[in-house]
């Protein structure tokens, strides 16, 4: 199938973007070759021991078309597609085959910040990077004092970003974005930025885009976020669009599937090998005033609750949740005998809360799996039986927020100077 991706006028179609059969594929090399010599001979062995490639295709299939105006939200777990769809849209990459139809002036923001060099200041980065998503330097010199103001860093805008904090750094890169002036406007996991207070402003000023007639492809873990602001949501999964419709419905079918996986046998055999003394039963997530929840954000408290049965009495037994990311990793775990006890149960039902303060999961969709042992036993392990979407929040570069605190400490003496204070008092009682 022969691709085409060209824009054409707005006035043509009454669709900003159209997909037809869209697909992109990869090519994998495999590991490593065996080592082979230098010169002539060496050139000609390692083109026979080159390992082999494979094929990987990212998107497959995918048609869809996005109506001038529409604001369009794409979910899907890490390595669904959804990128690769963007970049599809904004040329950093090519498809294998199919047609993609642009209709007007197409802005990206990838990833916030981009284009940002470290030794320049905020200023220098805001012409840098507004020239680099496609703004004019007459545009930008219009803007500039909104583009300041948004991003809070008045105070700071001829110091080099290097000295910025996280949050200035991303406040102030999603502020050039945010007063850019396309017809469609493409964002990836841009609402990762700031307090709460700031994030809050980004969807108002997303919002006052949409109502402007903006066309908007959004990809985003924070699924609040998506369907408050979206029209229509598409589901990837493994490369394929797999739902197309209402947000919340589409939003919901997500959930769903994340659930919907294959067991993998416990350690130690096989679940119906496990003794059932004690079976776990439900668990869900609870918000800071005990309200259920499928979603959580990154610093704010959370309560896990795991429900159990004990059909005998059990003695020193251990729950146990585990949260793991798309790919399988996984990220943490909550244990009641990370407290240094175990408990005893008597016969009947119960439940055991694991009290988040604040949740250190960043942004993402886990899979959850509740266990409840008796060491050396597993007695009951209830494969991802829930998943948590975890979005919005607070920032924190790195795969994990750690809750912490600080305060200014007296400087300590160097070493030193305390060795010459102990020659002195040496010398002056010698």
């Known amino acids: 199938m022969s691709f085409d991706a060209r ?100 802005s990206a923001l990838i990833e916030v910040g981009s284009g940002f060099h470290p030794e320049l200041t905020g200023r220098e980065n805001v012409f840098l990077s507004g020239s680099i998503l496609g703004m004019r330097r007459r545009e930008i010199k219009e803007k500039l004092d909104d583009i300041v103001g948004f991003a809070e860093v008045s105070q700071f805008i001829d110091t080099p970003v290097k000295r910025y904090s996280s949050g200035m750094y991303v406040r102030l890169g999603f502020a050039i974005a945010a007063h850019l002036d396309p017809d469609i406007l493409l964002l990836d996991e841009v609402l990762a930025v700031g307090d709460a207070a700031f994030q809050q402003k980004c969807l108002r000023r997303i919002g006052e885009l949409k109502r402007a007639g903006k066309t908007i492809v959004f990809i985003s873990h924070d699924l609040e976020a998506v369907e408050g602001l979206c029209d229509r949501v598409l589901l990837m999964q493994r490369g394929r669009l797999v739902a197309d419709g209402a947000p919340r419905d589409v939003i919901a079918a997500y959930q769903s599937a994340a659930s919907d996986v294959a067991a993998v046998a416990p350690p130690g055999g096989s679940e119906a ?49 585990f949260f793991y990311a798309d790919g399988g990793e996984l990220q943490c775990q909550l244990s009641t005998e990370l407290s240094g006890g175990r408990i005893d149960l008597d016969e009947g039902r119960g439940a055991v809360e694991f009290s988040w303060p604040e949740l250190g999961l960043q942004r993402g969709v886990y899979k959850i799996d509740a266990t409840v042992e008796r060491h050396p036993e597993t007695i009951d392990w209830k494969y991802q039986c829930a998943t948590l979407s975890v979005g919005g929040g607070k920032v924190a570069r790195g795969n994990f927020y750690a809750p912490h605190t600080w305060r200014l400490a007296e400087p300590v003496a160097a070493a030193g100077s305390r060795e010459e204070e102990q020659l002195s008092c040496h010398t002056s009682t010698a």
């Open 273 to 321: 090998n496990l003794s059932k003394a004690v079976e776990v039963t439900g668990l869900s997530f609870h918000d800071a005033e005990g309200r259920p929840t499928v979603a959580g954000r990154t610093g704010e408290p959370l309560t896990a609750r795991v429900e159990y049965v004990a059909r005998e009495r059990a003695r020193g037994v251990a729950f146990a949740v």
């Open 7 to 106: 824009p054409v006028s707005a006035e043509a179609v009454m669709n900003d973007l159209r997909l037809e059969n869209v697909s992109k594929r990869y090519r994998i090399r495999g590991g490593a070759g065996a080592a082979a010599p230098g010169g002539r001979i060496g050139r000609r062995l390692r083109s026979v021991l080159r390992p082999p490639t494979q094929e990987f295709w990212a998107v497959r299939d995918v048609s869809f078309e996005v109506p001038r105006g529409e604001a369009l939200g794409v979910i899907g777990h890490n390595g669904a597609g959804k990128s690769t769809i963007l970049k599809l849209l904004s040329g950093i990459t090519a498809p294998t085959a199919g047609l993609i139809t642009i209709a007007g002036r197409l």
